[in-house]
């Protein structure tokens, strides 16, 4: 079995986003791979745990995974200010001697920064023309998370765990290691959450994430790297909760068209033709336009939380112009245009950001140990990555150790195969969910 195929059956995936399958994403050649250890969204503390945690590791993951694509180095990206972090994987960098060669960029501490996009052009100098990937420049951008899975996949360890940070309105913050498939009530239940229902939960990250409700059936999976607890009148759940309709009238009596929206937009400012406020122009006045430039948005709220003086809503409006089309089937084609001037002085210090959406009281250091979750029952769902889901290879009643495959991808189809992340008994096969009851 080659390397591509122990990260497929290893079940290895992207740590966020739409969770691509890493099997794929490696097979194609590139010229530099680039490990995404800045963390991009503000609060999540996982993969700066894991730098400081397991350096030795993470330095030997960046290397094999460099010989995979054909690589001539591995570049381990994370902010300069995590200090602890550089040290450890400087010490491991000297120790290790690995080849192809490990190094060290340090990134600003702003964001997005963590955006693949944002990340190439700081590291590598390159830019990724507008609708593309990192792979059209010759590099490949995989997570701290989805490095060390895929390391131990290698050493045929699959995956059946997720560092989660859990933060916001709860007692006990921190780091947690929790099984795949552990529903998010009971992981927020040992986090602490009061039980009276005065909250929001935020899957993800405060800029990007997606509000869910308090009870809600959520489960813990690959590509869960952070939940929020937040009062129901925090900034961020009422931005979340406006209805479009009042963010049109919101808009047409105070968008003044000042263009900050566009001019500190991470994608703007890296040369592609994103316009924000041409948007909301044709949202507030009623416009049946739909700007073509939405279909550019990353969505990183950096002109709704950020950027916006009048507190305006131009993420959601780009979100709505990019669901209508893709519904209408239309691909518009963007050109790469020069930056504009001092661009690399517009980035967003992430303390600001953190002060503008009231979340600095959330902002837990990085802890010395990571909390261990236990879960006496998971549903582990067979799709947590773009593509097909797996095809549920167990049966009711069935008995099943910790790593046991129980979802096998078809051959040849995109995805990753599915292990058991406890040990115990299946109650149930159905709707693509496995479910599993601890022997104990």
Request: aromatic share 4%; with cysteine; net charge neutral.
């Amino acid at each position: 079995m080659n390397g591509l195929e122990q990260l497929l059956h290893g079940g290895v995936v992207g740590g966020g986003g739409a969770g691509f399958p890493t099997w794929k994403k490696l097979s194609a050649p590139a010229e530099q791979l680039l490990i995404n250890g800045a963390e991009c969204e503000p609060l999540l503390k996982s993969d700066q745990y894991l730098m400081r945690r397991y350096p030795a590791e993470l330095v030997e993951a960046a290397s094999r995974l460099a010989g995979l694509v054909g690589a001539r180095e591995a570049v381990i990206c994370l902010k300069d200010h995590y200090t602890e972090q550089i040290a450890a994987l400087r010490r491991a960098i000297d120790e290790k001697g690995m080849t192809p060669p490990v190094r060290l960029y340090l990134l600003p501490t702003v964001y997005p920064i963590g955006d693949e996009q944002s990340l190439v052009h700081s590291a590598t100098g390159k830019t990724v023309p507008p609708g593309a990937l990192p792979g059209s420049v010759g590099c490949t951008v995989c997570s701290v998370s989805t490095a060390l899975n895929a390391l131990r996949a290698l050493k045929d360890r699959p995956v059946t765990s997720r560092f989660v940070t859990v933060a916001g309105e709860v007692s006990r913050p921190g780091v947690y290691r929790a099984p795949i498939g552990m529903p998010v009530s009971l992981l927020l239940q040992q986090a602490g959450m009061a039980a009276d229902g005065k909250y929001r939960l935020m899957l993800g990250g405060p800029m990007m994430g997606a509000l869910v409700p308090l009870e809600t059936e959520a489960v813990v999976t690959k590509t869960l790297g952070g939940v929020l607890v937040l009062p129901r009148e925090h900034t961020l759940v009422r931005h979340a909760e406006l209805p479009i309709e009042r963010a049109r009238v919101r808009a047409r009596s105070t968008c003044i068209q000042c263009r900050t929206c566009t001019d500190l937009c991470p994608r703007y400012l890296l040369g592609h033709p994103i316009y924000p406020h041409l948007s909301m122009r044709a949202f507030s006045s009623g416009q049946e336009r739909i700007e073509p430039s939405a279909m550019l948005c990353m969505e990183c709220g950096i002109c709704e939380m950020y950027a916006c003086p009048m507190g305006l809503n131009p993420r959601r409006v780009q979100q709505m112009m990019k669901a209508e089309l893709r519904a209408k089937g239309e691909k518009p084609v963007f050109e790469l245009k020069e930056p504009p001037a001092l661009a690399e002085h517009h980035g967003a210090p992430s303390g600001r950001v953190l002060a503008h959406i009231h979340a600095q009281q959330y902002d837990i250091p990085v802890p010395a140990e990571a909390i261990e979750a236990v879960s006496p029952v998971v549903c582990i769902p067979l799709k947590q990555h773009i593509g097909a889901p797996a095809a549920a290879v167990v049966t009711a009643g069935q008995s099943v150790s910790k790593g046991d495959v129980i979802g096998r991808m078809a051959e040849g189809a995109l995805g990753a195969d599915v292990h058991a992340s406890i040990c115990g008994t299946v109650e149930k096969v159905e709707n693509d969910i496995v479910v599993i009851r601890s022997h104990a």
